[in-house]
């Protein structure tokens, strides 16, 4: 079964949930579908804001608390980031089929080492990842990697998406937040879809 991961570079929770998809996968069998998207144009077009209504120092406590429990790193970025740009490298790599090998090295960049990714952090990933620096450097602005993330902002909004971390299954079935991946699973064991 394939399950699409809508994630958001930017997006601590999104790092937070990446870190047991492996395990997901190795107890349930399914197969998980990278699908980065710049998770404040998701936010906006579903009709929400893009500022989270909690305080941030609550959100560093909160990721810092499931990073303890999940047992890996969790570090707040140093710096700014040009997300929407960040987004758009990690569509350039799930064309050239890195996206989650990729997808991986720029979360644990942001959120496991704490380094807001700029351009050259992410091309200098593109061979621990499998691509060729300077072909991921011409997909970055081509128009079809453009296409690519409107359709992963237009998939994720046709599945009922509202935010980032999103999983959406074969059957229907739409899990938000890292913090439901229990749910994620039970429900990748089950097969059904609940109403």
């Not at 998809?21 to 980065?36: H, M, Q, S």
């Not at 739409?174 to 749910?183: E, H, I, K």
């Given at each position: 079964?394939?399950?699409?991961?809508?994630?958001?570079a930017?997006?601590?929770y999104s790092y937070l949930a990446s870190t047991q998809?492996?395990?997901?996968?190795?107890?349930?069998?399914?197969?998980?579908?990278?699908?980065?998207l710049f998770s404040g144009e998701l936010i906006a077009r579903a009709g929400g804001t893009?500022?989270?209504?909690?305080?941030?120092?609550?959100?560093?406590?909160?990721?810092?608390?499931?990073a303890r429990h999940y047992g890996v790193p969790y570090v707040e970025p140093?710096?700014?980031?040009?997300?929407?740009?960040?987004?758009?490298?990690?569509?350039?790599?799930?064309?050239?089929?890195?996206g989650e090998r990729f997808g991986e090295a720029v979360?644990?960049?942001?959120?496991?080492?704490?380094?807001?990714?700029?351009?050259?952090?992410?091309?200098?990933l593109a061979p621990s990842c499998g691509m060729d620096r300077d072909e991921l450097a011409a997909k970055i602005e081509a128009p079809e990697t453009a296409a690519a993330h409107e359709q992963n902002i237009l998939d994720a909004l046709a599945a009922g998406a509202?935010?980032?971390?999103?999983?959406?299954?074969?059957?229907g079935d739409?899990?938000?937040?890292?913090?439901?991946?229990?749910?994620l699973k039970d429900c990748l064991l089950h097969g059904d879809v609940l109403v």
């Open positions: 079964m394939r399950v699409d991961f809508f994630f958001g930017g997006s601590r998809l492996k395990r997901i996968a190795e107890d349930t069998g399914v197969t998980f579908v990278w699908r980065p893009f500022k989270s209504p909690q305080d941030p120092a609550y959100r560093r406590r909160d990721a810092t608390r499931w140093e710096g700014h980031a040009d997300w929407p740009m960040v987004a758009r490298v990690c569509v350039a790599a799930a064309r050239m089929g890195a979360l644990r960049l942001g959120y496991g080492q704490g380094i807001a990714p700029t351009a050259e952090h992410l091309l200098e509202f935010g980032v971390p999103t999983f959406v299954t074969e059957c739409v899990v938000w937040g890292q913090d439901r991946l229990p749910l």
